[in-house]
């Protein structure tokens, strides 16, 4: 009786544990990506990109495999960074429709079994932010919202106005400190002059950002990436009441270029890692009873200070920290490069701590660009088939490239601030440019005559639909990458990277219940014949199937090639799985337990 007991007790338990654990493991293996909403489907033909156009499209999200979703800023905006200059945190812009809309965005998404994630954006806020506001204006409670400086006393005596408090710049160009004539103070900017920087040594700001957080989950949201996370917080006054200024980086000789400082005073500073592991906390609050919630950072830096966002010993970060490393890939890379890449970010992941693989996003060139439309194929077997989450940028799953544009059209504040002659080296608007949905005027993405940013020349022909109807396209190949995901072997295989030669790289997720999946990517413009593979990798067996080939490879999927025959075409990549090395397994498999029967029928019931 008390041993049946035990055992409801027991089980009482573990249904109580599961349930208030939610489902702790989703994100370690999601396949995340990433929706610019203005470019995405534009659902009332203004030619911006809406939420009732994403929710038109989820059937989209759910084809390819999206287990998450996160939006880029929908916030009331005044759009001078396209949404990242936020002038109320707490609601929808028109443009992008009503909290109505964002609440059945997450409802119908949860349907499809996709979770909705928002842009966080801490570090700065809109001018034309009520806080902004209050705060030029002194009033009470927002003295020291946003970072206030007199500035240094002007040695030019014919000159009233100080100078700027210290020379940071802004990663836009120019002084990080612009002077506003109604406080008659400078305030600090890292961004826009547009986009004034909180103050995160004012405790009123940081109880803000945690009404923000919980404002959005309490409506259901799955958690946030967090933008810019770097610049939160800067140096402090010193005891005369100055700021530091920053060393020259030697990197360029152009003193308005953010480069031209090696931002020591402005840039991951201890008092950051308060904030993130208070935001954490507030994450896993929100996960009690259910599933977990998300923080995944936005912050590229040198690798030992990227893998401190995932928190310490005593305290937890972020889930996880972006990895940028494959959005730096740029042609002409080689094998060994990558093997180093990989190697390198896999042996500074904590233990314990979940790995993931970023393709692309709106401030970087498109992969199918950067490095050339057949070698994506092999990077997007990389952010695919590597361990952990993998991230993709809108319209990399049908090979997107680049648009340029004219001055006219440009958009994009970075550029525009740069001039005519110079707007293209810093443009982010070729890779924002509308979802090609289909070969209808504009794509299918808009109704309207002109679109917010025009729809690229090729989209006749690289489209959704195009890519559905071919034998062939990445939109497949992106597809029989995400099936694959699903399995153990991807998801909790073991790796081993080699860089066969100068060009081919291999590497192999490895499974005792699944075998071997091998991926091999020719990053060179010759032909390569592949003959030491079993050197190399264990338990390959005499030939190998192809699970997914590249678009422009001759292999179908499911045929065979003998192992010492393996011949990669220019940019050829890959995905292999070892069946005879399978069927050996499931043979001594079924052997061993045939034997064991047999052994117990004969001896141990004599
Ligand atoms: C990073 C965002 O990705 C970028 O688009 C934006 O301009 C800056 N942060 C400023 O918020």
Known sequence: MAFKVNIFICLAYFVVVCYANGDTEWWKHAQLYQIYPRSYMDSNGDGIGDIKGIINKLDHLADIGADAVWLSPVFVSPMKDFGYDISNF????????????????????????????????PNHTSDQCEWFIKSVNEEEGFENFYVWHPGKPNPDPTNPKNLPPSNWISVFRNSAWTWHPDRQEYYLH?????????????????????????????????????????HLVEADVDDDGHYPDEPKSDLTEDEDDYSYLSHVHTREREETWTNIFEWRKTMDEYSYFKDT?????????????????????????????????????????????????????????????????????????????????????GIMMMTMLLPGAAVTYQGEEIGMLDQSLSFEDTQDPQACKDGPDMYNLT?????????????????????????????????????????????????????????????????????????????????????????????????????????????????????????????NSEWDSGDMMLLN??????????????????????????????????????????
């Open 90 to 121: 707490f609601e929808i812009a028109k443009e992008y429709g009503t909290m109505d809309d964002m609440k059945l965005l997450v409802t119908e998404a949860k349907k499809l079994g996709i979770r909705i994630l928002l842009d966080f954006v």
């Open 190 to 230: 890292q961004f826009l002059p547009e986009q004034p920087d909180l103050n995160y040594r004012e405790p009123a700001v940081r109880e803000m950002m945690q009404r923000v957080l919980r404002f959005w989950l309490d409506i259901e949201v799955d958690g946030f990436r967090v933008d810019a996370i770097p």
């Open 293 to 377: 919630k998300v923080i995944f950072m936005e912050a590229s830096s040198e690798m030992s200070i990227v893998m401190k966002y995932y928190g310490n010993a005593t305290h937890e970060g972020a889930h996880f920290p972006f990895n940028f490393d494959l959005v730096n890939v740029r042609a002409g890379v080689k094998a060994n490069q990558l093997k180093t890449l990989i190697d390198t970010y896999m042996s500074s992941v904590p233990e314990d701590r979940v790995p993931n693989w970023v393709a692309g996003n709106h401030d970087q060139p498109r992969m199918a660009s950067r490095v050339g439309p057949e070698l994506a194929d």
């Open 427 to 551: 443009s982010r608007d070729p890779q924002r440019t509308p979802f090609q949905w289909d070969n209808t005027p504009n794509a299918g993405f808009s109704t309207n005559s002109t679109t917010w940013l025009p729809i690229a020349d090729n989209y006749e022909t690289l489209n959704l639909l195009a890519q559905k109807a071919a034998p062939r396209s990445t939109y497949k190949l992106y597809k029989g990458l995400s099936q694959l995901r699903r399995s153990d072997v991807v998801k909790y295989g073991d790796l081993k990277v080699e860089a066969l030669d100068a060009d081919v790289l291999a590497f192999s997720r490895f499974h005792e219940d699944e075998g071997t999946v091998i991926v091999l990517i020719n990053t060179g413009d010759t032909i390569k014949s592949v003959t030491d593979l079993h050197l190399k990798f264990d338990n390959l067996g005499e030939s190998l199937q192809v699970l997914v080939p590249c678009v």
């Open 565 to 606: 025959e393996i011949m990669l075409k220019p940019y050829e990549s890959l995905v292999f799985k070892n069946s005879v090395g399978l069927l050996t397994t499931s043979i001594i498999t079924l052997l061993i337990g045939v034997s064991i029967t047999v052994f117990n029928l004969f001896f141990i019931d004599v």
